[in-house]
């Protein structure tokens, strides 16, 4: 707003001409915007210092009752080790087999465009249906199982997505399975920015290609290993629909997360202000990566 | 005359014609009646009465019956309701899955209430599930008028009555009535160990569970991926230990979660996991009651006589019944019921709906086939196999205990964390830990205050 620097005529300087306009034409999504996300996320934050934990609505204030109450949850923690895995585990595979399915899309190989294709598929299919074609693939007695026992592994037939405590990898398996084509697809325009002049000189230098990855490949892709990171991270927040598809919250919370708990909490229990309180505490955790993601991102501009 | 929005072409089309014809016979000042002539003339009527527009528009019902008896005997049911309301479109809103019986369509039907678009008519279970989730948060309508007009209290027996009122005033119709604490077993595979008749005690049990396991057999099938059969289990081992006193005493305070015969029942429980299939927790109860009739299935199943709707829809009958052990001369009850949503969209379709369910066509139409007895006592006793004759001796003779699992005893927060405690108990083999989940539950429920 201080880049105007005179203001002429009548109006100031930063309401004439185009900025009005802009501003005319914005006002209606901007109030919406504050209205339906904002203002809905500030009512969340309400209801979950309140008691309204049944059917009967109740705007006694409480403090921080439903805030304790989740911190204490054993639920809770299990969400957090869940959210610990799952974000380990998606995150990994689609960074690591993202770069090397860009990495080898880009030696110009013959119909890249094809298995670009492929590859990026996953992608266009919803969450539940990734749920719903991994479930059956992962059931014990039928799917992979049936591929390990046919040849000859009959003693490995993991119970996937409902083995307690560490069902959450399996999840992670079906969750790449549909993300790592977009992260593929991230890496393979980082890498189609990268001017041939440099890899050429990296080269002349001396340097083997797993130098030239090395020391200038992988330091170039840094901002989309960060756009990467914070997509895939955002997604390991809100997980729902794939264990509602999978296994809901699984064998004692091996596959429950804090979307799916809140939702069972609100809808199910009828704990609404709890249900509120975990929706906030998403919110929080959210913030962690956004914000380190909309700094960047100015900086970037400003530079 | 203005057709009804959601009217049909064709609907509208007869209705124009016959307005026409009307008009041409200056006969338009004599109110058509309700049922006198075609559908075209009640329809033509709708300006003229109230009743004609009844049976227009759409009924919408909410229920998670969507597997094999379940379907059939709902479209059995929905086929009386259309002999009677043939022009009215029924929108069959079903859902299956969910932690808790019908949980995904519990936390829909939750989301369409709260935002004030109730479906028509939805399925509930009779007692506290639909009382505490949806009369005392005011959102549902009582139905003594409709219960005076039907004649339905003298034709349901009190003690189910008392189970479906809330403040004096019935809240809903059952359409049903199902027996939670039933163990299904083969004979063919208990004679091979040596037991002619099935077990009537838990140490009885124990004796032939092992002797089965000693055989390779897989003594009780469970299918525990959506965290309800453990919990279906346990309501009868509680009912088995404490007995139907103490049993209900659980629900008005009287009797502590902390009472060391719970702690009896969770040990006996968490002793029948040893010897049931491997895969318990990855395979749904559907898929256990489907591999009854083979060789690699379970010799025993604890589970409500719906299981033997699904194994007459298969076909098989090698099997038998008796109460859980322990349970002899005890009734663990549960009903599904429909009930009336304040704004229904139809109300008067829902009403219609609500009159089919209670009556004698309606339960005689359902029952049969989805296996289980109907709630009015004046049914045709011989549309009804030896299963179902039996289970209608004794619900006349036995004590009647509400079952939790399915709704009829507790609210649902309470129904959800129970079903936690009972499956942290299927994972982690953990009474102590089992227990004190449950007893911090009872506490949030707060029973007998």
């Given at each position: 707003m201080a880049a105007s620097p005179h203001a002429r005529g009548g109006r100031p300087g930063w309401l004439r001409g185009d900025r009005l306009i802009a501003l005319l034409v914005l006002s209606p999504s901007i109030f919406l915007v504050g209205l339906f996300i904002y203002g809905f996320i500030g009512w969340t934050f309400y209801i979950s210092t309140v008691d309204w934990n049944s059917v009967v609505e109740n705007y006694d204030f409480v403090g921080l009752k439903n805030w304790t109450r989740l911190v204490n949850d054993a639920r809770f923690h299990s969400d957090l080790r869940n959210h610990l895995i799952y974000a380990a585990g998606f995150m990994s595979q689609c960074l690591i087999l993202g770069f090397i399915l860009a990495t080898l899309l880009d030696q110009k190989i013959k119909s890249e465009a094809v298995f670009r294709t492929i590859f990026i598929f996953p992608f266009a299919v919803s969450g539940i249906v990734t749920g719903v074609a991994w479930r059956w693939l992962m059931h014990p007695s039928s799917g992979l199982n049936l591929i390990f026992a046919s040849i000859g592994l009959e003693n490995f037939q993991p119970a996937w997505f409902a083995t307690p405590r560490h069902g959450m990898w399996a999840v992670t398996i079906a969750a790449a399975w549909q993300f790592t084509g977009y992260v593929m697809a991230l890496y393979l325009a980082g890498l189609r920015g990268i001017p041939a002049e440099l890899r050429e000189a990296a080269a002349i230098d001396g340097a083997g290609s797993i130098a030239i990855y090395r020391y200038v490949i992988i330091p170039l892709l840094m901002p989309v290993t960060f756009i990467a990171i914070v997509l895939t991270g955002m997604n390991s927040i809100r997980v729902f629909d794939l264990v509602t598809a999978m296994g809901g919250s699984g064998p004692a919370f091996a596959t429950d997360t804090l979307a799916y708990n809140m939702y069972q909490t609100t809808f199910g229990s009828y704990r609404f202000s709890l249900g509120a309180a975990i929706a906030s505490f998403m919110i929080l955790l959210s913030m962690f990566l956004v914000i380190p993601y909309l700094r960047s991102m100015r900086q970037e501009i400003e530079r | 005359?203005?057709?009804?929005?959601?009217?049909?072409?064709?609907?509208?089309?007869?209705?124009?014609?016959?307005?026409?014809?009307?008009?041409?016979?200056?006969?338009?000042?004599?109110?058509?009646?309700?049922?006198?002539?075609?559908?075209?003339?009640?329809?033509?009527?709708?300006?003229?009465?109230?009743?004609?527009?009844?049976?227009?528009?759409?009924?919408?019902?909410?229920?998670?019956?969507?597997?094999?008896?379940?379907?059939?005997?709902?479209?059995?049911?929905?086929?009386?309701?259309?002999?009677?309301?043939?022009?009215?479109?029924?929108?069959?809103?079903?859902?299956?899955?969910?932690?808790?019986?019908?949980?995904?369509?519990?936390?829909?039907?939750?989301?369409?209430?709260?935002?004030?678009?109730?479906?028509?008519?939805?399925?509930?279970?009779?007692?506290?599930?639909?009382?505490?989730?949806?009369?005392?948060?005011?959102?549902?309508?009582?139905?003594?008028?409709?219960?005076?007009?039907?004649?339905?209290?003298?034709?349901?027996?009190?003690?189910?009555?008392?189970?479906?009122?809330?403040?004096?005033?019935?809240?809903?119709?059952?359409?049903?009535?199902?027996?939670?604490?039933?163990?299904?077993?083969?004979?063919?595979?208990?004679?091979?160990?040596?037991?002619?008749?099935?077990?009537?005690?838990?140490?009885?049990?124990?004796?032939?569970?092992?002797?089965?396991?000693?055989?390779?057999?897989?003594?009780?099938?469970?299918?525990?991926?959506?965290?309800?059969?453990?919990?279906?289990?346990?309501?009868?081992?509680?009912?088995?230990?404490?007995?139907?006193?103490?049993?209900?005493?659980?629900?008005?305070?009287?009797?502590?979660?902390?009472?060391?015969?719970?702690?009896?029942?969770?040990?006996?429980?968490?002793?029948?996991?040893?010897?049931?299939?491997?895969?318990?927790?990855?395979?749904?109860?559907?898929?256990?009651?489907?591999?009854?009739?083979?060789?690699?299935?379970?010799?025993?199943?604890?589970?409500?006589?719906?299981?033997?709707?699904?194994?007459?829809?298969?076909?098989?009958?090698?099997?038998?019944?008796?109460p859980v052990p322990g349970t002899e001369g005890m009734f663990m009850v549960l009903s599904d019921s429909f009930g009336l949503p304040q704004g229904a969209p139809n109300r008067e379709n829902a009403l219609n709906f609500l009159r089919a369910c209670g009556s004698k066509e309606g339960q005689d139409a359902f029952n049969p086939i989805k296996g289980s007895i109907p709630a009015r006592t004046d049914a045709d006793q011989s549309l009804y196999d030896e299963y179902q004759l039996e289970a209608i001796a004794d619900f006349g003779s036995n004590t009647l205990v509400p079952s939790i699992q399915h709704g009829a005893a507790t609210k649902q927060s309470f129904l959800l964390d129970y079903d936690f405690a009972t499956n942290d108990l299927a994972v982690n083999r953990d009474v102590a830990q089992a227990q004190a989940m449950l007893v911090t539950a009872a506490e949030d429920a707060a029973f007998g205050q």
């Open positions: - | 005359m203005q057709p009804h929005s959601l009217m049909k072409r064709r609907q509208f089309l007869q209705a124009m014609g016959a307005g026409i014809a009307a008009s041409a016979l200056a006969a338009c000042a004599v109110p058509v009646e309700q049922g006198a002539g075609t559908s075209a003339g009640t329809t033509a009527g709708s300006d003229a009465g109230e009743g004609a527009a009844t049976d227009a528009g759409s009924l919408e019902i909410f229920s998670w019956w969507t597997t094999g008896g379940e379907v059939e005997a709902l479209n059995a049911l929905y086929a009386v309701y259309s002999a009677e309301h043939p022009d009215v479109e029924i929108i069959n809103a079903a859902l299956a899955g969910g932690a808790g019986q019908g949980g995904n369509m519990k936390a829909l039907l939750e989301t369409r209430m709260l935002g004030g678009e109730p479906p028509d008519s939805f399925q509930v279970h009779l007692g506290r599930e639909l009382i505490d989730s949806h009369v005392i948060g005011d959102r549902m309508d009582p139905l003594d008028e409709l219960y005076a007009e039907e004649g339905f209290g003298d034709v349901f027996p009190q003690d189910l009555i008392d189970i479906a009122s809330y403040d004096g005033h019935p809240w809903s119709v059952p359409v049903n009535i199902h027996r939670s604490n039933i163990l299904w077993y083969r004979p063919d595979k208990l004679e091979a160990v040596g037991f002619d008749a099935p077990p009537a005690t838990w140490d009885e049990y124990f004796d032939l569970a092992d002797r089965l396991a000693a055989e390779g057999m897989v003594a009780l099938g469970m299918g525990d991926v959506n965290q309800t059969q453990s919990g279906h289990n346990f309501e009868s081992i509680l009912l088995a230990v404490l007995g139907p006193e103490a049993y209900r005493g659980l629900f008005d305070g009287s009797v502590g979660w902390d009472d060391a015969r719970v702690t009896e029942a969770l040990e006996i429980l968490s002793r029948t996991y040893d010897n049931a299939n491997p895969d318990r927790l990855s395979v749904v109860n559907g898929d256990v009651v489907s591999a009854f009739p083979t060789d690699e299935g379970a010799a025993m199943i604890i589970s409500g006589d719906w299981a033997h709707g699904q194994l007459k829809a298969i076909g098989y009958d090698g099997y038998h019944w008796a």
